[in-house]
């Protein structure tokens, strides 16, 4: 089975090609702004690394945030787009949470894990999950003193790109793993779609939006 996934929500522009969960090829190039016009050049230059074709995939997997307006915008309107001329190849959607969570190594497990993402605010992209990586909750976007009050007199193990800004104050938690990542897996987002192509639990791609995006009104 072949798998090709990406993601353009954060601080990169990432894809990964993969058959029957080994990867092929992988491209991760980390930049602030230019994602969009970095994406189709980077699936090509996967695809032909590979001798492939978009048409011999039997899997599309992408991510559906949070993270930036413009990112998350850039990706599921390739995957969409690409949804449409290619009918015959699976397209499913993956959150952010998802990946960071699926990305935790058994060892790394707590009673409560809990995956944070930088909003570039004062709050932050937040999602609790159990032992067995099953959520707790929906995502939310909160602020620091909400996130403690659920995290507070639990074993918790911590992941996201979140994770730095918000242990800069003294958190009092009982912390077991903390990972501190600047993006998401792409590896980590193509298991998950593999996953569910073979639980044939597809997720058709729809925007994840916390809030509003940030609108400036030129006078």
Known sequence: MLNLAFDTT????SVVLTRDGVVLEKSVKKMEFGQAEALMLQIREVLDNAKLEMKDLNLITVCTGPGSFTGVRSSLSAARTFGLALPEVALTGV???EAYIEDLQYDELAELNA???????????FQLF????KSLQEPQALEYENIIAKLRHKKVSLIGDGVERFLIKPSGLSLHAIRMEDMISIRA???CG???FSRKNLNYPKPLYLRAPDVCIKS
């Open 10 to 13: 954060a601080q990169a522009c």
């Open 95 to 97: 959150s952010a949470f």
């Open 115 to 125: 995956v944070i993402i930088e909003t570039k605010r004062d709050d932050f992209y």
């Open 130 to 133: 159990d032992a067995h990586k």
């Open 189 to 191: 987002l193509a298991r």
């Open 194 to 196: 593999e996953e569910r």
